[in-house]
């Protein structure tokens, strides 16, 4: 099982916003990415510019929305 989500660092201490849902006790890998600052005057979106760059993600997100676009017209095509 593989999940994201955002946690606060405080005292030491990651702690995720949302519930695990994990039973006591159970190891696990973190992987921390630390979100930009945002800067004065500029709006939380606009912080995130630039967060993939270096990443296979934009590759594969792109090729994803390909797939699903094609399986759609598929059937689209096949209910006409």
Avoid: C, N
Avoid at 14 to 19: A, N, R, W, Y
Avoid at 24 to 31: I, N, Q, R, S
Wanted: cysteine-free; overall charge neutral; aromatic content about 6%.
């Amino acid at each position: 099982m593989a999940i994201t989500v955002r946690a606060i660092y405080k005292d030491g201490v990651l702690k995720p916003e949302t519930d695990l849902s994990l039973p006591e006790g159970a190891l696990v890998k973190v992987t921390v990415t630390e979100f930009p600052p945002i800067q004065k005057g500029e709006t939380p979106f606009a912080s995130l510019r630039g967060i993939w760059k270096g990443l296979p993600f934009p590759d594969m997100i792109e090729l994803s929305i390909h797939e699903i676009r094609a399986e759609s017209a598929r059937i689209t095509r096949a209910g006409s």
